[in-house]
């Protein structure tokens, strides 16, 4: 198990202002993901493939977070099992979604009510260069 952190998710009220601190700030491009109207991917820096976690703006209109939580993901090789042991451990884990072909992810929160996600990448998937 990789347990790393490989993703994260920053909710935007204004999504082309907070696109464009994050390139001013630190020089992240930003690409429209297949599929999302306003869901703007990032390598954080690096490049597709790098140690650079992924991660990504989006609009409040488009998901149920609310403004003021980054959301980080910790990969895992198996997504029930480890939404399990959170849940068995003193959090909370929702069930597992799919984003067809790529992953599939839970939000959680850990024992003091943080919130972070769990995400298991489709082993056939390859992200776009």
Not at 13 to 24: D, Q, S, V
Not at 31 to 49: I, N, R, T
Not at 58 to 77: F, K, N, Q, R
């Amino acid at each position: 198990m990789s347990s790393t952190i490989v993703h994260f998710d920053i909710p935007a009220a204004k999504t082309e202002r907070a696109l464009g601190f994050y390139r001013k700030c630190f020089g992240w491009k930003f690409g429209q993901f297949d599929g999302e109207d306003d869901y703007h991917l990032s390598y954080a820096g690096g490049e597709p493939g790098s140690l650079a976690p992924s991660g990504a703006i989006y609009g409040l209109d488009a998901h149920t977070e609310s403004p003021g939580v980054i959301v980080l993901y910790v990969e895992v090789d198996d997504i029930a099992a480890a939404a399990e042991r959170v849940r068995e451990n003193g959090g909370t884990a929702k069930e597992p979604e799919e984003v067809p072909g790529t992953i599939s992810y839970a939000h959680c929160t850990d024992s003091e009510g943080n919130v972070f996600g769990l995400l298991q990448r489709n082993p056939d998937y390859r992200p776009p260069e």
